[in-house]
């Protein structure tokens, strides 16, 4: 009788034993496994990091800021790895997905002129990983413009250049003004103003010739377009207070984020309404360089952009660029910008009561 329990006994010894083997390597063997399969994900993210060059994405922003406001359609066309690459299938995916978000952060380029404004367009990315296109206007167009092709156009010499600069005064204002004195042109100043700070710029604005207008006292578009009373109380303080500082009767206006905003809580026609009863005109624009996107642009490029709108518009240009912080290549490139203008025939003059007003088609029932 003892010795069978003294059997038993061994055999739960065993099984006890057994079971904690088990529970041991069970783990430690699940461990190994893990271990092999995250070194083989990382050694197929190394190839994929090392042959991501193998998908060249073509420069986009040149053809959407070349499209102006006569063009229709815009191809973006992204190349396609070599047939030999040895991880061809995956990287597609990893650039399909590349090339999407690269599109979608081209689509905001052309925010500043608001949806529903002088023109609208949009890109859109194929199943096709090497095209995306279909992007559209609401200007009738029959093909679209590139960059290049703008800056082949024959130059319209003759026709006029409105050099606009919203959101100032700022720390470059002097700069700029140096730099028109020096070249001999007039400009137009939307200005941004709710006190007394920049009253010395505000002056010299007035006293070499330029034109001042009105783009608000904050910029905030939750203040300025809460309802119609805030907007008017708006206007009517930021002409009081230029009016109290150069003594300037302003009576030209822009819309913070264009008369094609999308971000107005009131009507923007009961706003243009308010403001033909105060003889104010409201102007937009039709060509910009492109300084207020999140976009590393260098002076050369700004100055690049400008131009392929210019060359492009059937008429006169009504330029914005930014007086504004963070802004230094907008000033940098200033001089070259009115040499070109200049040296191409056109001629930089300042926004005055006689200016046919670019306007982005406000009224929705219009469009």
């Known amino acids: 009788m003892e010795e069978d329990n003294r059997k038993n006994v061994n055999r739960i010894k065993k099984f006890i034993i057994g079971g904690l083997l088990v529970l041991l390597i069970v783990p430690l063997v699940l461990c190994i496994v893990l271990f092999i399969k995250i070194g083989n994900m990382e050694k197929k993210l190394d190839a994929y990091i090392d042959n991501g060059s193998s998908l060249g994405i073509a420069s986009v922003s040149d053809s959407l800021l070349a499209a102006g406001s006569g063009a229709n359609n815009v191809t973006v066309v992204i190349e396609e790895a070599d047939e030999d690459d040895p991880v061809e299938d995956d990287t597609r995916a990893i650039d399909r997905t590349v090339a999407k978000r690269d599109v979608e952060a081209i689509n905001s380029l052309d925010k500043s002129l608001g949806e529903g404004g002088l023109y609208k367009t949009n890109l859109a990315t194929s199943t096709d990983p090497a095209t995306v296109s279909d992007a559209t206007t609401e200007e009738a167009s029959t093909e679209a413009a590139t960059t290049e092709e703008a800056l082949k156009a024959p130059v319209k010499n003759g026709h006029k250049v409105y050099l606009t600069f919203d959101d100032g005064p700022s720390k470059y204002t002097d700069q700029i003004l140096d730099i028109l004195k020096e070249k001999g042109v007039k400009a137009t100043f939307f200005v941004v103003v709710d006190d007394y700070t920049y009253s010395d710029e505000l002056n010299r604005i007035v006293k070499e010739g330029h034109t001042l207008g009105m783009h608000s006292m904050s910029h905030k578009y939750e203040v300025i377009y809460k309802n119609l009373a805030a907007f008017e109380k708006d206007v009517n303080g930021i002409h009081d207070l230029l009016l109290d ?79 504004q912080l963070n802004h230094g290549a907008t000033v940098e490139g200033l001089p070259a910008l009115i040499d070109t203008l200049i040296s191409e025939g056109y001629e930089i003059v300042p926004i005055d009561e006689t200016t046919e007003p670019v306007q982005h088609g406000y009224n929705a029932a219009e469009e």
């Open 245 to 323: 500082i150069t003594g300037v009767d302003s009576k030209f206006y822009r819309f913070p984020g264009g008369s094609s905003n999308t971000v107005s809580r009131v009507s923007i026609d009961d706003c243009v309404d308010y403001l033909d009863s105060q003889g104010i005109t409201f102007y937009d624009w039709n060509a910009l360089n492109g300084d207020a996107e999140y976009v590393d642009y260098s002076a050369e490029e700004l100055n690049m952009n400008v131009m392929s709108y210019v060359h492009a518009n059937p008429g006169d240009s009504m330029v914005l660029l930014h007086d």
